[in-house]
Nanobody
Framework: QVQVVESGGGSVRAGGSLSLSCAAT????????MGWYRQAPGKQREMVAR???????NYADNAKGRFTISRDNNKDTVVLQMSSLEPDDTGIYYC??????????????WGQGTQVTVSS
């Protein structure tokens, strides 16, 4: 059984920084894309940042220059470093991973989400 578990998050004032971490565990053969998505109150879930296994990154426009995504392929982890946070960054942040599980092929896995609140 595969699990994707986030840690980090919390409350911060505008202009502050936070770091989110995510670890995938279980019968993992390999992980393709990993990423972070955000769901703000009353809105649909949206992509914040993604990173491929070979390190290629993709950011939402409002994350460029403020957020940095990185991963450790040996540990099956992904980190989102967030700086210059704004109230609009508030929401539940979900970790995503495209994982090849032993005995199957690539499937999408999501964490349970972690709350980030930015106050003005």
């Amino acid at each position: 059984q595969v699990q994707v578990v986030e840690s980090g998050g919390g409350s911060v004032r505008a202009g502050g920084s936070l770091s989110l971490s995510c670890a995938a565990t279980g019968a993992i053969v390999t992980i393709n894309t990993m990423g972070w998505y955000r769901q703000a109150p009353g809105k649909q879930r949206e992509m914040v940042a993604r990173i491929t296994r070979d390190g290629g990154t993709n950011y939402a426009d409002n994350a460029k220059g403020r957020f940095t995504i990185s991963r450790d392929n040996n540990k099956d982890t992904v980190v989102l470093q967030m700086s210059s946070l704004e109230p609009d960054d508030t929401g539940i942040y979900y970790c995503y991973a495209s994982i090849w599980v032993s005995g199957a092929f690539f499937s999408d896995y999501w964490g349970q989400g972690t709350q980030v609140t930015v106050s003005s």
